[in-house]
């Protein structure tokens, strides 16, 4: 059953600005998290640019704030494969609190070898990565 | 005669991450630092959210990566106004290492009164801007 | 029964620098997340920095680097508290990764108000720390 | 003419927190900032740990906070070799906003090899480390 996956996350003050919120450029590393969390439970950690002779790099990235989050808030940080490309791959993220949708976001990220060429993802990492899709 | 405006900033090590090179979400940062410069250039200081009546706040940000940056290196950071709506305005980013292009992105920030309502923005914000926009 | 007090984190890809570790400023947010997690224990939340008429500020902060640590690994963030001042805290930090010591230090914090005055401690306040005490 | 080396620096919005002032972690990345600077104005930049056979390493820090930065702030970066020993180096770091101090601190590095095992600083970096000595 293919589905997005969720990790809990709180806010830190490091996080927050002196707007009083979260930092705008933070919530890419919430992003991040999630994505991680998620390459690992699918068994893909090894891609995870830990020195592998691939490993994913970062080819875009945006995000929409709905709302905004505090320090001490808890997070709900999701993350759902929205599409697989030749040595592509485009994560929808959201950044939830209870209910309220605080951040939506897509990162798109490119498979490359040592010198940084892209390299097309394995048949085996795509249907891992597929396993995560998004909900038709 | 409008154009863009340009900052020098140097790449830190905390800007830096395990893979070697800036950290993705970092340019969000670097996109700030020529954006509030800018502002501070246009004799908008007053709105960079430091506790007036009404202040900036993000709605939407944007990057495609197209090179990579190390540590030490010296960046070019260039903000201009692509588009004054209503309420919102959108920046067109770059960051340039010499005359190679590392980055580039876009930010949508909204004036928000303290309710965080949006609010138009004034003929003479607007104006001023405009001297910060895109070559035609 | 005192005691110090744990928590558990994930080193983030944001957390980490170019020479492929953790960096090295990052620890003083590791010390953050467990003093404030402890105090939350402790029924001190209202006394984080939120808008209360007294608050904590830091005063002092150190840190020794015994081993490093990298992308993913497990931290555990332990906290006691070391002293209690008349308006101020010291609390012992370390950060160990299994049973290895990778780094230890102090932050002390002095209750303040709105004004920025130090301000004694209450009763109340210092019995709950001396709750987080280190074993003797 | 032994002295310290001094670079200044502009206060950004992702390094305030929601207290309204300069995140308190934030200051090694400034004591950073000024270190690196004066080891490249010294001939030592092979030694910021890009790559080369030895490098430095943090062994040990700390800051006492004696007033708060906020957003916007431009701040003077302060730094001068307090000790040079057998293989590590002691530098001051000081933060002032105009003739105000802001924060004070100290960081101790250590130069080790590839495997991470403190070598003797060779004499012709200690000469170059002294000259930036504090005055006696």
Redesign the interface.
Known sequence: MPGPFRVKARV???E??????V????Y??YF??AR?EML?DAGL?EH???GGSV?F?????????RSSA???DLLTLEVAVAKVGNSSVTYYNAVRKGKTLVAEGMVTDVLVDREGKPVKIPERVRAKLLGYGLPR
Chains 1, 2, 3, 4 share one sequence.
């Open positions: 830190r003050m490091s927050t600005d002196a707007m009083g919120v930092y705008y450029g933070q890419y590393s991040d998290i991680h690992k950690g995870l640019g830990r490993g790099v970062a080819a875009e990235s945006s995000c929409r704030y505090r320090f001490d």
